[in-house]
């Protein structure tokens, strides 16, 4: 069996990559560019709000060079969880994108669109049917959560992406995707072995991030042989170790031996990490095990209102020792402030970085405090309006807080900002973290297949 090189030139596409490791993959000649386009790491906003996390003009200097370059010999370009979360606006963003370029650099190719955002109608049925289930901690879905859901996503495995290059897809863009898919489709839909694909794509999809020094914006190249996969980096500055691809093997993942995605899970108990040379590593021994029932996960989020934030820092060592009391009494002002004015329904917040901000959540941690803090004080209410009103009472009311000890009657915050209150806008929560059994996954991807030609579609 002929030995597949699959190229992942970037962790998310527009991230970038040095044009020199790009140049180098293409000299190799990869039989597929695959690129993860999204995740739901930046938090549900983006597939609340229907906007992509990265920015359009990054992920068009990246397409730009990726399309063509493949065009040229004939391989085809693949994309997953397009803008960032995969639903409808996000993948019609990324078309508009590639329509663009299409045009500019007067290229002509076939297009695969893939979606992958369901009616709120759809997952009622399969709720009605008990084909939902849920992703622990996630609470049993009812009908309220789908209604209140701004947009629904499932995860698609490589079935509709085998299916779009059967059509004749020679770029696909598609919606949200279990990033290992990405890369496994094209190999397994000419017959190499499941586990050892998506094993491989499971490292290609955060491409050099798997290398020593890691970097999510420089490219990788996997080779899958019959009973193997190897692991490279494009640059003469990292290389793979044993330890940095098996460690991203238990990236995301809280069972280091099995790894559940659409359709089964990947087995490790057998696999095994050598060094093949020094920047090189090759693994076998990964196997796919087929679930009893195909189960798509299902990911959506809904608004619970608007958000001000204020960022202040704090120096004097006396209000630094009093934070926790200070912070707990400005609160109690605040809602006595307007608890009769119909403004009580509001969540008020101070992160206290410095102190507790990133560890704050973990109990029973030794208590540690620098010299100086720097105190995030975050409004959410049910407008913008209401949000303004308790960040900026709760901004003003801590700023002239006159706690014991106190020496000045000046500001007790320093704000490195004008104006110093930031309306963020609306505030998401992801509310449906679940399973959906299918009998054919490829039922609930639609995909169409069009000529793209000077920016046009037909």
């Known amino acids: 069996m002929q030995e597949m090189r699959i190229l992942s030139p970037t962790a998310i596409l527009g991230y970038g990559f ?16 695959a690129v993860d386009a999204g995740s739901t790491d930046p938090g549900p906003h983006y597939l609340g709000s229907g906007k992509s996390f990265t920015d359009r003009n990054a992920v068009k200097r990246d397409l730009s060079i990726m399309i063509p370059a493949a065009l040229e010999r004939g391989i085809p370009v693949i994309i ?47 709720l009605d ?22 947009r629904i996503v499932a995860q698609m495995g490589f079935e509709p992406f085998i299916k779009a290059l059967e059509m004749g897809a020679e770029v696909i863009v ?56 190897k692991i490279m980096p494009l640059s003469d500055n990292r290389k793979c170790t044993t330890l940095s ?37 090759i693994v076998k021994g990964s196997k796919f095990v087929p679930s009893v029932q195909y189960s798509l996960k299902l990911e959506s989020a809904r608004k619970t209102g608007y958000r001000t934030v204020s960022i202040a820092a704090c120096k004097d060592p006396i209000m630094i020792n009093a934070i926790d009391t200070i912070i707990e009494e400005v609160k109690a002002k605040v809602k006595s ?14 992160k206290v970085y410095g102190k507790n901000g990133v560890m704050g959540i973990f109990k029973n941690l030794p208590k540690e405090t620098s010299h100086e803090l720097c105190i995030i004080i975050e409004a959410v209410a049910k407008d913008q309006k209401q949000a ?16 014991e000890g106190r020496k000045s009657t000046a500001g007790n915050l320093a704000f490195p900002f004008s104006p110093s209150d930031f309306s963020v806008g609306e505030v998401y929560e992801f509310n449906m973290y679940h399973l959906m059994d299918v009998d054919n996954p490829a039922d609930f991807f639609p995909i169409s297949v069009k000529n793209c030609k000077g920016g046009e579609l037909a």
């Not at 803008?83 to 590639?98: P, R, T």
């Not at 049917?129 to 959560?145: N, T, V, W």
């Not at 303004?388 to 706690?403: E, K, P, Q």
């Open 337 to 350: 402030n307007f608890a009769n004015f119909g403004m009580d329904d509001f969540f008020l917040d101070f």
């Open 245 to 281: 691809v098996a460690a991203h093997t238990l990236y995301e993942k809280s069972d280091p031996i099995h790894l559940p995605g659409p359709g089964g899970e990947l087995d490790l108990t057998n696999t095994t990490f050598e060094q093949f040379n020094e920047n090189t590593v």
């Open 174 to 229: 598609a919606g949200r995707a279990y990033d290992p898919a990405v890369f496994a489709s094209l190999a397994v839909k000419n017959g190499y072995d499941i586990g050892l694909a998506v094993h491989l794509g499971k490292i290609l999809e955060c491409a050099a991030i798997a290398a020593t020094p890691g970097s999510g914006s420089d490219c990788m190249m996997g080779f899958l042989g019959e009973d193997y996969f």
């Open 129 to 150: 049917s008990g084909d939902i289930r849920p992703i622990f901690p996630a609470k049993q879905l009812e009908e309220r959560d789908i209604n209140e859901s701004e």
């Open 18 to 33: 040095p044009m020199e490791s790009f140049q180098r993959a293409m000299d190799l000649n990869p039989h597929v560019i």
């Open 388 to 403: 303004d009103t308790i960040c900026s009472f709760a901004r003003s009311t801590m700023l002239h807080y006159g706690y």
């Open 80 to 126: 997953g969880s397009a803008g960032g979360s995969g639903a409808d606006s996000h993948l019609d963003w990324n078309v508009d994108i590639i329509k663009e370029i299409s045009k500019e650099l007067n290229i002509e190719f076939k297009l695969g669109i893939i979606n992958s955002e369901l009616s709120k109608e759809t997952i009622k049925n399969k």
